[in-house]
């Protein structure tokens, strides 16, 4: 019942900008951390941003001061802008949430389909 849909990725130049959206929906109680992880093939998914729901944010060293993470929590909506794009930043960016579909039940972990970003001249 819970769906995560990402938007916004594409083709970028080196030095360009993407911004990336992801809305979270469906019978949902709560959401804890929101974050985004990439995956390129041969390697593993890796985080790339988290966010708690008071906004306290963890970055992969790799995207500090690039990358600036971001959240709506009436929206249930993470979103991540990414500036200064290398080409080693394309991969496949995959949404992710902790959710609680009850009251009464823990946090579990949901994916999106993931969007690719390719940053190339």
């Known amino acids: 019942q819970v769906q995560l849909v990402e938007s916004g990725g594409g083709l970028a130049q080196p030095g360009g900008s993407l911004r990336l959206s992801c809305a979270a929906s469906?019978?949902?109680?709560?959401?804890?951390?929101m974050s985004w992880y990439r995956q390129t093939p041969g390697k593993e998914r890796e985080l790339v941003a988290e966010?708690?729901?008071?906004?306290?944010?963890n970055y992969a060293n790799s995207v500090k001061g690039r990358f600036t993470i971001s959240r709506d929590n009436a929206k249930n909506t993470v979103n991540l802008q990414m500036n200064s794009l290398k080409p080693e930043d394309t991969a496949v960016y995959y949404c992710?949430?902790?959710?609680?579909?009850?009251?009464?039940?823990?946090?579990?972990?949901?994916w999106g389909q993931g969007t690719q970003v390719t940053v190339s001249s």
């Open positions: 469906g019978s949902i109680f709560s959401i804890n951390f």
């Open positions: 992710n949430a902790q959710i609680k579909l009850q009251s009464r039940i823990g946090y579990s972990s949901y």
């Open positions: 966010i708690s729901t008071y906004g306290t944010t």
